[in-house]
């Protein structure tokens, strides 16, 4: 896996407010990115810097080793971008549209054609090729956005908030797309969607007013929630007492949350203690027990749980 | 090059996709044609010229090119196509250059389809071609002039209405800098020198010494550099303000 991308302490400050604070990363061909942080965190500004479309107050990029800062145009020939909005000249057809990002990014003849054939084949944009993009609906724009951004057939992919307004089958889809362009590019998507990290990102960071504040694989920061490792049980309401006496004394147990309950069965989430592994301690008990359960499973961690807690704590680990 | 005639092309399209360009061609030939015969009394002068054509090229200007120009920039900026388009690979100069060139392109086309009074001059009279000549090329020159304001000025704002405003304002006053109100204004209290100079700066006595065809280098130079200056400080303002 060799490094495409690689950020080096990017710092934008517009007047007194700090947008984006030294952030580093770097990323890899094949990996893709998930950026995460609430609105307003600096994801976009970042993306900005990098795509050299804002100059960084201090910092810089540097994408198939070309630093953007003394070579912005090398390194937009190497960037597929996708703004955030998805911005597109509306009175334009995307006809017209990638025949135009073709002619600047220097494709001709034969590569041109195809290069265009491709992305409107993988994007599914022959019922609209000829229409005026002003008139299509969000999906499709969103759509010749992302074509527009793959055309070329880019090292590094940057996509802000790309499935942003699209209904479920198309999220699917574009995600499918951003799965299968992973092989041989590094990616990066910012999102504040958390369940798009889960289904596409190999890789996960949080940025909070403007800082780096985790790094890691979905896994890892799944780690982080109080609801790693813990197991739910379903169970009948008038069992509750019961399953607390059984599993009284454990150590690996911080606690017993008692969820929702709809008369029939209520959710009971037995809470681990800093992540140790209790599914089979617990069940061993339920089952010396005699307590009977409807259901029970493993907690991977909720993500919107811990992007939640680190966002919203000033950043503390 | 390839890069910035992508983008000429792409603007020059863009014209012709809205109404505005029809619009404009339209209007420019009615007012260029009216106020040739009744203003400028082109058939009383008895005259084998277009002087009567020509002289009012910088009225019509003044609030026609500012229509040209509102667009260029602060249409990219409302809608966010500035990052579409800055984020490829383009130089801030190729971008300016390019979007200026189709503008004056375009103008260039309007101009051009005044040629029917040029055969009717022709057909009339015997004129002097070569003068006839001189007052297109000025005529361009001017309208180029008035197009690099009203670029630079569309830079500074994402409001098309505001952009038109002040290129229009600002074009009245470069070309009203010549004339009475203004040189008397400033005839009261300074020196000669200043009020040569805030004259010359005027686009007036410019354009008249080149539609009389008076090839004087000086007239060229002094439009090519305002065309050259307000195209620079466009640059510079796009680079500044496009992310804000």
């Known amino acids: 896996m060799s490094t495409m991308l690689e950020i080096q302490g990017l710092t934008k400050q517009f007047g007194q407010f700090t947008a984006v604070e030294d952030v580093s990363f770097s990323v890899g061909s094949g990996e893709v990115l998930g950026f995460l942080g609430p609105n307003g965190s600096g994801k976009s500004t970042t993306m900005k810097m990098v795509t050299g ?66 992305a409107v084949t993988k994007l599914q944009l022959d019922e609209v090729y000829n229409q005026q993009i002003g008139t299509l609906s969000k999906g499709f724009k969103r759509r010749v956005g992302l074509a527009q951004a793959i055309l070329h057939d880019p090292d590094v992919l940057i996509l802000d908030e790309p499935t942003d307004g699209l209904d479920p089958n198309q999220k699917h889809q ?5 799965a299968e362009m992973s092989a041989d590019k590094a990616i990066v998507i910012s999102t504040h969607v958390l369940e798009e990290v889960d289904a596409v990102c190999s890789r996960a960071i949080v940025i909070a007013r403007g800082k780096k504040i985790a790094d890691g694989t979905p896994t890892d920061l799944e780690r982080r929630s109080g609801y ?54 617990v069940n061993t008990r339920i089952r010396e027990n005699g307590i009977s359960v409807e259901q029970l499973y493993v907690e991977r961690g909720r993500l919107d749980d811990v992007f939640r807690q680190i966002t919203s704590d000033g950043g503390a680990r | 090059m390839s890069t910035l005639l992508a983008i000429s092309r792409r603007e020059l399209n863009a014209y012709f996709s809205t109404p505005l360009a029809y ?16 203003f400028g009394g082109f058939f009383q002068r008895g005259q084998a010229d277009l002087a ?53 392109f375009f103008t260039g ?13 022709n057909y009339l009279g015997s004129p002097d071609n070569g003068v006839i000549f001189a007052g297109y090329v000025g005529s361009f020159l001017m309208a180029g002039a008035f197009l690099a304001i009203g670029s630079f000025v569309s830079a500074l704002t994402r409001n098309q209405v505001i952009a038109f405003v002040i290129s ?59 065309i050259g200056v307000f195209l620079f400080a466009n640059v510079v303002v796009v680079d500044l303000k496009k992310g804000s």
Not at chain 1, 174 to 178: D, F, G, N, S
Request: proline residues 4%; contains cysteine; aromatic residues 12%.
């Open chain 1, 228 to 281: 790693y490792n813990s197991v739910s049980v379903h169970l009948h309401p008038e069992h509750i007492e019961g399953l607390r006496g059984a599993l009284s004394g454990m150590n690996d147990i911080s606690g017993i949350e008692v969820g929702n309950s709809d008369g029939v069965l209520a959710q009971v989430t037995v809470m681990s203690r800093e992540g140790a592994t209790i599914v089979e301690a």
């Open chain 2, 109 to 121: 086309i309007a101009l051009l389809m005044t040629f029917p009074i040029w055969i009717t001059v």
């Open chain 1, 174 to 178: 574009v995600r499918e797309l951003i």
């Open chain 2, 52 to 104: 009567a054509f020509f002289s009012f090229h910088p009225w019509l200007y003044v609030f026609l090119i500012p229509a040209v120009g509102m667009r260029l920039w602060a249409e990219e900026r409302k809608s966010g196509t500035i990052e579409l388009l800055m984020t490829l690979p383009v130089s801030t100069t190729e971008a300016v250059l390019g979007k200026f060139v189709a503008a004056w």
């Open chain 2, 23 to 38: 619009v404009f061609i339209v209007i420019f030939l009615a007012l260029a044609g009216a106020t040739t015969f009744y």
């Open chain 2, 168 to 226: 229009a304002a600002a074009c009245f006053l470069f070309m009203m800098s010549g004339l009475e109100p203004v040189q008397s204004a400033f005839r009261g209290w300074a020196s000669a020198f200043v009020v040569d100079l805030v004259a010359s700066l005027s686009f007036l006595t410019h354009f008249d010494a080149i539609t009389k065809g008076v090839f004087d280098l000086r007239d060229f130079i002094y439009l090519s550099s305002v």
């Open chain 1, 53 to 118: 479309f804002l100059s960084p107050t201090s910092g810089t990029a540097l994408v198939c080793g070309n630093d953007v800062t003394r070579d912005p145009i090398t390194v937009k020939r190497h960037i597929g971008y996708l703004p955030e909005g998805a911005p597109l000249y509306e009175d334009m057809s995307p006809a017209g549209l990638f025949g135009f990002v073709a002619n600047v990014r220097g494709l001709s003849g034969a590569a041109r054609r195809l290069a265009i054939d491709h």
